[in-house]
């Protein structure tokens, strides 16, 4: 039985981004220490952190050492490499655990485990070789070939609309495995975020509906308006994978609603996901502070939502004319503005998000986009 960590004792972070960063905060807020383990000096999570340390992935020692000085550890980036993994547990407990990492960071192991769940995935193949490409037949594209490891909003990835195309998309991914997984025709995007106690208990926030542009998430709604049925189901595969992954923590399942109605798993993040940013002033309890409780062993907090709520991201695309006008967006009521303390402004770069509430989904959608467009300094007034 895991002991109960309480306020006052130190709290690790693997991974220095925006989502350490609202950890960090949650965790503040509770009364914990934070420590982060970074790349970067000067981080997002290293801002806010009590203690910052500066060292590679790969420096074992760098990584031991800091696992000693803390109670307990939990990340942000699923592509935590296995020997920091394996050198971080000798000394502190890791949530979510070992198991759901191997599980979620590997397409193939990913998807074989949810058919093995009875949960619905988009059809695929396995591509272990370049001879497996000659089990791809006519009626397995339209599709997308995606590297089994280390893609992200939309890299590593690469869309086939014949077989003729798919030995090129192979040599262009250049990896040893992948999935080839067929095109969806999806009405809608949709995402559940999940916390699960060490005692068993689950939380739910959503769903909640997602649009993407190039590839990255760009407005994010909830509630949705779905029909009850479609929703209880999100929430009932989401807590099937929690059960059956044995999560402790925070973990994020992403949905296609196809055309015909059917949800399928697309993929699973274990860990807080930019789709429910919302939460930190949309709920009662945010994603991040449920991240907190859940790897501490307190009880989890309530998800009511008392209002819909949109959020939109804010990439570096809007520093392209300058610094954003911020008293624009401070300026709407109801909305919350977040921006995550990086310094370089790149294209694609996430670089805070903003977060309204309205009297319905649509309304705070629209208000949303509108105080984001407002943000760019040249748009008229
Ligand atoms: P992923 O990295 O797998 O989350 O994919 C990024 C985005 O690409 C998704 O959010 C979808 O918008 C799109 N996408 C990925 N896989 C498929 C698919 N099999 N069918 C249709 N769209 C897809």
Redesign the pocket.
């Known amino acids: 039985m895991s002991r109960t960590i309480l306020p006052g004792a130190t709290l690790g972070m693997l991974g220095s981004g925006q989502l350490g960063r609202m950890f960090a905060v949650a965790a503040k807020r509770l009364g914990y220490r934070v420590h982060v383990f970074s790349p970067d000096k000067d981080s997002p999570t290293g801002q806010i952190a009590d203690l910052e340390v500066q060292a590679n992935y790969d420096d074992l020692d760098a990584v031991a050492a800091f696992a000693q000085d803390v109670d307990v550890v939990s990340y942000e980036f699923e592509n935590v490499p296995v020997d920091m993994l394996e050198t971080v547990e000798r000394y502190a407990p890791v949530y979510p655990g070992g198991h759901v990492l191997h599980t979620a960071q590997h ?1 193939i192991r990913e998807k074989t485990f949810l058919q093995s769940a009875g949960i619905p995935v ?1 059809p695929f193949h396995a591509i272990h070789s370049a001879e497996d490409l000659q089990k791809i037949g006519n009626a397995d594209v339209p ?2 070939l ?1 590297t089994a490891t280390l ?7 690469i869309k086939i609309e014949s077989v003729d195309e798919l030995k090129a998309a192979w040599q262009e991914l250049n990896c040893d495995e992948a999935v080839l ?6 009405d809608s ?1 949709l995402s559940v975020v999940a916390a699960r106690g060490h005692d068993g208990t689950t939380e739910f926030y959503g769903p909640i509906a ?1 649009s ?1 542009s190039n ?1 990255i ?1 760009d407005i994010s709604v909830t509630p949705t308006g779905l029909p009850e049925s479609v929703a209880n189901e999100a929430i009932e595969i989401a807590r099937t994978i929690m059960t059956e992954l044995n999560v402790v923590g925070v973990l994020c399942v ?1 949905f ?1 609603l196809a055309s015909n109605g059917k949800l399928l798993v ?2 699973l993040a274990p860990r807080p996901h930019n789709s429910g940013h919302l939460t930190v002033d949309a709920h009662v309890t945010c994603q991040f502070e449920q991240q907190v409780r859940a790897i501490c062993g307190l009880p989890l907090g309530a998800t009511t939502q008392p209002r819909p709520s949109a959020m939109a991201n804010l990439l570096g695309d809007l520093w392209q004319n300058g610094e954003p006008d911020w008293e624009r967006a401070i300026a709407v009521s109801d909305l919350k503005l977040h921006l995550y303390g990086k310094q370089e402004a790149r294209v694609g770069r996430k670089m805070g998000h903003l977060t309204v509430m309205a009297d319905t989904p649509d309304e705070a959608a629209k208000k949303a986009r509108a105080a984001r467009e407002a943000l760019v300094n040249n748009s008229p007034s």
């Open positions: 397409r988009t599709g997308v995606k893609g992200y909003d939309g890299k590593g990835q997984e067929r095109w969806v025709d999806f995007e997602n993407h590839h998430l992403e296609f697309n993929e």
